[in-house]
T-cell receptor
């Protein structure tokens, strides 16, 4: 089966650093993606990892360990606008090149002044 | 470049009715996926279409169906609506599905309320 876990809620202070963890158990793994979703809006792409290691993209970094089934999203210099839900998603591909993304439950991040 | 568009944005139906939702992908994108998002279950995959063929399907009953047209536009149909079908239905498009960095772009969603 496919299973992805994330903390339900996190709180951090403006200007701080926060790490959102994600653990997964899936078959057909072909990449781990992070999305940001503000309330009432569609998810927007933040970053992805296919190989082990750290990928940095401005204030956002994402790490992947495939052997441990573990990823994290690191947000630096937090801003109030970073208050949102963060979704961890595993891309699963099939032999027919079909794909689907299995999403975690999301982590609701609140940034306080 | 225009993003993914979905129509209608909001819809209210009653139990037993059927509904059709529409999605226009980003120009050049051939893969269209549909998701259901609810507070209790989160984002769940419904199906993926590529070149007018359903390539992948999630664990939803047969009341949920879809199709894709030659211009990559896609429609999703739900028949015999139930209260539990109330959700945000999201469409996402991507270039193909073979590239490892294949990013999905989401549309704004259709908010369906079943009374």
């Amino acid at each position: 089966g496919q299973n992805i876990d994330q903390p339900t809620e996190m709180t951090a202070t403006e200007g701080a650093i926060v790490q959102i963890n994600c653990t997964y158990q899936t078959s057909g793994f072909n990449g781990l993606f992070w999305y940001q979703q503000h309330a009432g809006e569609a998810p927007t792409f933040l970053s992805y990892n296919v190989l082990d290691g750290l990928e940095e993209k401005g204030r956002f970094s994402s790490f992947l360990s495939r052997s441990k089934g573990y990823s994290y999203l690191l947000l630096k210099e937090l801003q109030m606008k970073d208050s949102a839900s963060y979704l961890c998603a595993v891309r699963v591909t099939r032999d027919n090149y079909g794909q689907n993304f299995v999403f975690g439950p999301g982590t609701r991040l609140s940034v306080l002044p | 470049k225009a993003g993914v568009t979905q129509t209608p944005r909001y819809l209210i139906k009653t139990r037993g009715q059927q509904v059709t939702l529409s999605c226009s992908p980003i120009s050049g994108h051939r893969s269209v996926s549909w998701y259901q998002q609810t507070p209790g279950q989160g984002l769940q995959f419904l199906f993926e279409y590529f070149s007018e063929t359903q390539r992948n399907k999630g664990n939803f009953p047969g009341r949920f169906s879809g199709r894709q047209f030659s211009n990559s536009r896609s429609e999703m149909n739900v028949s015999t609506l139930e209260l539990g079908d109330s959700a945000l239905y999201l469409c996402a498009s991507s270039l193909s599905g073979r590239r490892v960095d294949n990013e999905q772009f989401f549309g704004p969603g259709t908010r369906l309320t079943v009374l």
